[in-house]
């Protein structure tokens, strides 16, 4: 046997290593019968893969975008259908709404527009583009967390998200 894939950056970099943590557990929290799932697994190893290559503008983001396409592979992604009659994300029906719903569990203009451009982006190696702060990308975080705490059955909490949050500019 041999390694398929050694990390490099990712072993090295304390960032790199949190995100990592961070995606393994959000995975493992997901996952609750070990069945075999080839596109899944593609995702996974596609990001970890980017993630020991990218620059440091493309792994900040990374966290979000991979949140985001595995919500998407589990089956409850995020319907993409952001414009300016319809600028605020409801996170408990996963789409863009014209006013904040009742319930309070939502993103307004402009952490709901930055999602939208985060959706948008199939090729996440283009995450650079999207410039966002360390409070933007904190409130993102917990957002999508409280997200997956919806809608997968047995989520609890994500210990690594607050490791994450500290870590990444």
Request: with cysteine.
């Amino acid at each position: 046997m041999k390694w398929a894939l050694v990390y490099q950056r990712v072993m090295s970099s304390v960032t790199r290593n949190a995100i990592a943590l961070y995606m393994t557990e959000l995975l493992s929290k997901c996952m609750k019968q070990p069945e075999a799932n080839s596109p899944l697994f593609e995702l996974a190893a596609g990001a970890l893969r980017l993630l020991d290559e990218c620059d440091d503008a493309v792994a900040a983001n990374l966290p979000l975008h991979f949140t985001l396409q595995l919500a998407a592979e589990l089956g409850f992604g995020l319907e993409d259908e952001y414009s300016a009659t319809a600028p605020v994300l409801d996170l408990k029906e996963g789409r863009f709404v014209a006013e904040p719903p009742i319930h309070g569990f939502y993103l307004q203009p402009p952490l709901s527009e930055v999602t939208h451009q985060l959706l948008q982006h199939e090729n996440p190696v283009t995450l650079y583009r999207i410039r966002l702060n360390k409070l933007q990308r904190r409130e993102l975080l917990q957002s999508y967390a409280h997200f997956f705490h919806y809608h997968v059955a047995d989520f609890g909490q994500l210990k690594t998200l607050a490791v994450l949050q500290a870590v990444l500019d």
